[in-house]
C-alpha cells in the first residue's frame, strides 16, 4: 500500500505533461491567486484543505485542527469492526444475499438478507475510512483556550503554492503558522513564528481517534474521541524524532514527527491518546516539524523545508500543466463567480480526488457512505482530467479496472452471466457493498469505453489498445450477456429488475430506460472499433446486441424514463432527481439513433415539468452539456450557476438537503462541462462560450 513511489512518479510525468503543454500563454498565477481563500474565523462546515490526492489535512483558523477536529484522511486508512457474533452470521462468507426473479431464472444479488441482517450490515459499514489523527496547538497558560480567545486571526490560502498561512493573537502576541502538505509523502509540514515558542508557552498535540462503522456519515468530524479504552497508541522517542504507532483492532499505522532544534515528546496525557511535541524554551521564536502518516515504519520523513520546496514545484507544475481559461471575471459577474468555481474546483479535485483509488463523494473531508467509493461516480469524478489534459492525476486510479477485474468476473459468472460485472459501492478490496440499488444499478458498466475512447484519441498507439484491451472485452462480454432478447419484441432488453440511473423506480417494472440503453449503445460500438483497431473480429454476440437494442422508449412525442412507464410527466417521484435522459445527448455524445425533433420536446418537457429544487450536484453540468451541445450557451452557464449549484467561501460543492457539504462530483462535473464548452467536440471545436464572453483558453482536449 506504500503510496510514495506513484508520486514520485507523476512528479516525473506532469514534468513531462509540461514539456508537451509549454504553448502555455496565459498568465495564469495573478488569475489563480486573485481566488485565494481567506478567512478571519473558523468554519464550522468546512475546512480549510491542503492534501495530495492521496492524503488531506482539513484545517481550522489556526492552520491547524486546534480548535476544531477537521480530518485527516487518506486512501489507505481502513479499519474493520469486529465481526458479528450472531450464530451463522460470523464471517462474510456467510453472507448469501438474496435471489429475484431475473428473465425466469433466479439470481442472486448482493442485497442486504434480513435473516442475515447482521454480517448483511457488517459488509455495508466494513472496512470505513479513518482519521488518521489531529494535530493542533497548546498554549502552556490555557490548555482549554478556544477560538473566542484568539484576536485579529486572518487566514490565506496560497492555492498557486500549495500552502496555507495563518496569523493570529493571543493575549496580544503574534502568532504565524505555515502548513503544507508534502506531495510525495502523506506529511504534514508546519512552520510556527511566534514569541510564546522562546518563551515555552506554545506547543502542538498530535491526538488519534477511534474509528466504527455506526453512521454511514461522519461530517464534518470523523472519528471516536472517547473510546480511548478501544485502542492503543506507543511512542518510540529517538533524538530529535518521535514515531507513535497506533493500532485499532487489526489496523496498525505509524505518525512519524521530525523537528528541527531542541523539543521533546510526552504522552499519552491523562487517560487519551494525546501527545505533547514542546519546543524548548530559549531556543528562538521559530519552531518547524513534519508529521508524516504512514501504513508502514517510515524512517526517512522529511524536513519542513524540504516539503516546502517539493510542494512548490508540484503546484507549479499542477497550475501550468495542460489546460486553463481564463474568463472575463473584472467586467461580468456570471464569469467572475464562474471562473471562481473554477479555480477552486482545480484545487480541491487535486487535493482529494486524485487517489489510488476512485475518489469518495465527499474526497478526503469528510466520511460518506463510510468512506467508500461509487463505481458509477467514477465517471463525473475523473473524466474531468482527460478533457484539461492532466492524465497523470487520471493515471493514479483508472488501474482500478485491472485491480478490479477478477471479482468483476466473478460477480458476474456467480449471476450466470460471462465478462464483467463492475460493483458499485466499493472498498479497495473491489468488494460491492451490499445493497438493493447497488446490485441493480447499471449506468457504471459503460464507463470504461468511455475512458478508454479518450484515451485513444489522446494517444491512439499500440500501447493503448493493450492496457485497454482485456477490460473491454470482458465488459462488453457483460453488456452483451445481460441485455435478454425479448420473444416478442425480438429486441434485447435491458433490465428488470434495474435500476436506473435516478434510481427511483420499481425495480421489477424498469426495463429499456432511455439512458442506459443510449449508453449500451455508445459502449458496444467502442468494443467493436477497438476490435477493429487491433485486427480482430468483432464477436457476434455483440453486434448483434447492439444492432437489436430497443429504440429508445418514446412516448407522446418525447422520451420517456423507461419503456412503458405509467405518465412520466405527471408522476412527482419521476420527474425530479437527476435528469439522466438528457444525458443521451451532452453528457453522451450524438448518437444516431436519437431523434432531436423528440430529443427537443424532451428538453421541452423536463425544463417545463422538473422539480429542480430536488436536483444538486452534477444534475447541473448534466443540463448544462445539452443546452451547450445545442448551442444554447447562455442557458449552459445558467445552469452551472444555478441557485440549487452552490458553492462556499473554499469552493466546497454545498451537499444541500441530501449529502454533507462538500458533494465533490458537483466540482468534477463542473470542470467536465467547462472542458467541453472551452475545447469542444467532434464536428464543432473551440469556445462555446455567449459571444460576448471575451475568452481565452488552452490546452483542451476535444470532446467526443
Ligand atoms: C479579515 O481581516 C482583515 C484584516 O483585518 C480585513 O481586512 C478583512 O476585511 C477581514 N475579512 C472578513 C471577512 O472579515
Ligand atoms: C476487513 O475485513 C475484510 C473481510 O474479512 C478483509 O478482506 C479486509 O482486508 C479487512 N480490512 C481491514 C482494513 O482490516
Ligand atoms: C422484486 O421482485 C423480487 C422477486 O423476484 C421480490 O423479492 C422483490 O420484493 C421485488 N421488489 C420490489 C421493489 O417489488
Ligand atoms: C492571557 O491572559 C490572561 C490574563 O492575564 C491569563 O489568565 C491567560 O492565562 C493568558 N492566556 C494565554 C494563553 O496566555
Ligand atoms: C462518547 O460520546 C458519545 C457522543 O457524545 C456519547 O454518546 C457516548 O456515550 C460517549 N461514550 C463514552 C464511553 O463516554
Ligand atoms: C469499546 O469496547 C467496549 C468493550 O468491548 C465496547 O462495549 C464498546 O462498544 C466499544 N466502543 C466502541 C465505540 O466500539
Ligand atoms: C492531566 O491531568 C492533570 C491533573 O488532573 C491536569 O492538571 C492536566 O491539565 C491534564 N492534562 C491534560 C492535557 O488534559
Ligand atoms: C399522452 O397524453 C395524453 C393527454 O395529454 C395522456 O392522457 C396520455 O396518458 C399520454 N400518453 C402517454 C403514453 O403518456
Ligand atoms: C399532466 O401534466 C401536464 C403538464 O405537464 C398538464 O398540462 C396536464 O393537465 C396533466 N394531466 C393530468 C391528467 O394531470
Ligand atoms: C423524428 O420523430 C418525428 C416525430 O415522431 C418524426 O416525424 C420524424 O420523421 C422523425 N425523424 C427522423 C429523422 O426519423
Ligand atoms: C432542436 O433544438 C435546437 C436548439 O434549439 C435547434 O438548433 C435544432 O434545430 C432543433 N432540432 C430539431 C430537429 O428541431
Ligand atoms: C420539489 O422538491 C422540493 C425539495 O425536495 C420539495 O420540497 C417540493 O415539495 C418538491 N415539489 C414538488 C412539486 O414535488
Given amino acids: ?223 471516536i474521541w472517547n473510546a480511548t479504552e478501544n485502542h492503543t497508541t506507543t511512542l518510540r522517542s529517538y533524538n530529535s524524532w518521535a514515531e507513535i504507532q497506533h493500532d485499532l483492532d487489526d489496523t496498525t499505522y505509524f505518525t512519524a514527527i521530525k523537528w528541527t532544534g531542541q523539543a521533546s515528546v510526552e504522552g499519552p496525557l491523562n487517560d487519551s491518546h494525546r501527545y505533547h511535541l514542546t519546543p524548548s524554551s530559549g531556543s528562538g521564536n521559530d519552531f518547524s516539524f513534519t508529521s508524516t502518516f504512514s501504513p508502514s515504519r517510515s524512517l526517512k520523513s522529511r524536513m519542513f523545508s524540504e516539503v516546502k520546496s517539493s510542494s512548490a514545484s508540484w503546484w507549479h507544475i499542477y497550475w501550468e500543466s495542460g489546460a486553463f481559461i481564463s474568463l472575463p471575471a473584472a467586467s461580468n459577474s456570471s464569469a467572475a463567480e464562474l471562473q471562481r468555481r473554477i479555480i477552486l474546483s482545480q484545487y480541491l479535485l487535486a487535493v482529494n480526488s486524485a487517489s489510488k483509488d476512485p475518489p469518495q463523494e465527499s474526497g478526503l473531508v469528510n466520511n460518506g457512505w463510510y468512506g467508500k467509493f461509487h463505481m458509477e461516480m467514477y465517471f463525473w469524478h475523473s473524466m474531468h482530467w482527460t478533457l484539461w489534459n492532466k492524465w497523470a492525476l487520471l493515471d493514479r486510479s483508472i488501474s482500478v479496472y485491472q485491480r478490479f477485474l477478477p471479482t468483476s468476473l466473478q460477480r458476474a459468472e456467480e449471476q450466470g452471466y460471462t465478462g464483467a460485472r463492475w460493483g458499485k459501492m466499493s472498498d479497495p478490496s473491489g468488494r460491492s457493498a451490499p445493497g438493493e440499488i447497488n446490485s441493480l444499478l447499471i449506468w457504471q458498466q459503460p464507463h470504461p469505453f468511455y475512458f478508454a475512447e479518450m484515451e485513444w484519441r489522446q494517444s491512439p498507439t499500440t500501447q493503448t489498445l493493450e492496457k485497454w484491451d482485456d477490460v ?113 445527448n451532452g453528457w453522451l455524445p450524438p448518437n444516431s439513433h436519437v431523434n432531436f425533433t423528440i430529443f427537443n420536446n424532451t428538453i421541452a418537457k423536463v425544463y417545463e415539468t422538473w422539480n429542480f429544487t430536488y436536483s444538486y450536484g452534477w444534475d447541473f453540468p448534466l443540463l448544462a452539456m445539452t443546452a451547450a451541445r445545442l448551442g444554447d450557451t447562455q442557458k449552459a452557464i445558467d445552469w452551472l450557476l444555478d441557485p440549487n449549484f452552490e458553492f462556499d467561501d473554499v469552493g466546497m460543492p454545498i451537499g444541500g438537503a441530501r449529502v454533507p457539504t462538500p458533494y465533490l462530483p458537483g466540482s468534477s462535473s463542473l470542470l467536465l462541462t467547462v472542458g467541453m464548452m472551452a475545447g469542444g467536440w467532434d464536428g464543432d471545436e473551440g469556445l462555446h462560450f455567449p459571444d460576448e464572453w471575451d475568452i481565452e483558453a488552452e490546452g483542451f482536449a476535444i470532446a467526443m
Avoid at 479 to 508: C, H, I, W
Wanted: hydrophobic share 40%; glycine share 8%.
Fill in 1 to 223: 500500500m506504500g503510496t510514495l513511489q506513484p508520486m514520485t512518479l507523476l512528479l516525473v510525468s506532469l514534468s513531462f505533461c509540461l514539456v508537451s503543454f509549454s504553448y502555455a500563454e496565459i498568465n495564469r498565477q495573478p488569475i489563480i491567486s486573485t481566488f485565494n481563500p481567506r478567512r478571519n474565523a473558523s468554519s464550522s462546515s468546512t475546512p480549510m484543505q491542503l492534501g495530495n490526492g492521496n492524503f488531506a489535512f482539513g484545517a481550522d483558523i489556526t492552520g491547524l485542527q486546534t480548535f476544531l477536529p477537521f480530518n485527516t484522511l487518506s486512501s489507505w486508512g481502513w479499519h474493520n469492526s469486529s465481526l458479528p457474533t450472531t450464530a451463522g452470521q460470523s464471517s462474510p462468507a456467510d453472507f448469501t444475499g438474496l435471489e429475484w426473479w431475473t428473465h425466469g431464472r433466479l439470481v442472486d444479488y448482493d442485497q442486504p438478507n434480513p435473516a442475515e441482517a447482521a454480517i448483511s450490515q457488517w459488509l455495508i459499514a466494513n472496512p470505513h475510512r479513518i482519521n488518521l489523527g489531529r494535530v493542533g496547538l497548546w498554549f502552556k497558560k490555557d490548555i482549554n483556550l478556544d477560538e473566542s480567545a484568539i484576536a485579529g486571526s486572518e487566514q490565506e490560502l496560497d492555492l498557486y503554492g500549495g500552502l496555507l498561512n495563518s496569523r493570529f493573537q493571543v493575549n496580544g502576541t503574534s502568532v504565524e503558522v505555515q502548513t503544507i502538505v508534502d506531495p510525495e509523502s502523506d506529511t504534514i509540514a508546519v512552520s510556527v513564528q511566534s514569541e510564546l515558542v522562546s518563551k515555552g508557552e506554545l506547543g502542538f498535540f498530535v491526538d488519534f481517534p477511534y474509528a466504527s462503522g455506526a453512521n454511514k456519515f461522519e461530517a464534518p468530524f470523523v472519528g
Fill in 472 to 584: 473491454l472485452k470482458a465488459t462488453a462480454d457483460f453488456m452483451a450477456s445481460y441485455a435478454f432478447r425479448n420473444q416478442s419484441t425480438k429486441g434485447y432488453d435491458l433490465g428488470p429488475p434495474m435500476y436506473p440511473v435516478s434510481e427511483n423506480t420499481n425495480p421489477n417494472d424498469t426495463v429499456n430506460p432511455t439512458f442506459e440503453l443510449a449508453y449500451w449503445g455508445f459502449g458496444l460500438d467502442v468494443a467493436s472499433k477497438w476490435q477493429q483497431r487491433q485486427g480482430k473480429a468483432v464477436p457476434n454476440t455483440w453486434t448483434r446486441v447492439a444492432e437489436n437494442l430497443r429504440p429508445l422508449p418514446v412516448q407522446n412525442g418525447t422520451y420517456v424514463l423507461y419503456e412503458g412507464v405509467k405518465d412520466m410527466w405527471n408522476t412527482t417521484d419521476l420527474i425530479e432527481d437527476h435528469p439522466a435522459l438528457l444525458g443521451i
